[in-house]
């Protein structure tokens, strides 16, 4: 009797084979998408951050060459993504500063600067709901619903002559944008332009030793666009370091701070306000 044998080539048909590849590829790519994808964007979001933070420190430099050393024109070139870049002007946003001296105690009437606001330059990213921001000389990171970290600092300082009299330094930066709000996305290019100073000496009637603790820095943070409370906690790290001002918050969290008599025993005796007005375009 004839045998009949069958091919165990034949015994497997192609199209399993077809299946069982595209299965693996499948899973493949579902598993690059379910945990590589994620990932990936993580470390683009905070790429497009630390550009964005780079960015920040040069117009920080650039403005700082603008209002000190009175250069007339700077430009810097910037590559955004994750988010929009926004130019800010100053009646655009409720941010502000007053310093304010005398009052009950002190044997000087109750004077102040007024509120003196100024813009702001704001990158925020729609991937990690974060803004990095340049207001009034300070680079300022901060994820929104957490408190602000400061990045770097302005040019605040308080100088000593040598009798002895010490002068508080403010310098303010005022963007100006023509009253529009800027944003753009992308490539672009920052264009600053130094537009005017004006200077403010506040006249302190009364010996030093009633002046030295009666002067008040007092911040209002955009508490609206910039939740919980604004770059408040930057400016806070800013005002109470020992090696920048040193000054104490009084009362807590009320983002108003004085001079200590232990950092400043002998008392300020003058103050400078210096108000820059930069013109900033994109």
Known sequence: ??????????GVSEAIGYLIILGLVVTGIGLVTLYGYPILMQQQGLANMRNMERTMIVI????KSLTYTLDNFKETDFQVGGGPIMILPSNAVPQAFDISWGGSGTGLPQQSTGWLSFGEIRYFSTQDNAVVAYENGAVIKKYLGQNAILLAGPRWYVAKSSDGT???????????SGGKLVSETGAGAIRTRYSSTNISTPVFSGSPATIRNSIRITYRPDTVNVTPNGYA???????TDPSALGLVESPTGSNQYIFPPSIYPSGINNVVV?????IVEM
């Open 1 to 10: 009797m004839r045998e009949h044998t069958i091919s165990k080539e034949r």
């Open 60 to 63: 920080q430099n650039d403005i």
């Open 166 to 176: 010490t002068t508080l330094v403010i310098n303010l930066v005022n963007l100006v």
């Open 233 to 239: 906690q930057a400016w806070r790290m800013y005002l």
């Open 274 to 278: 210096k108000k820059y007005d930069v």
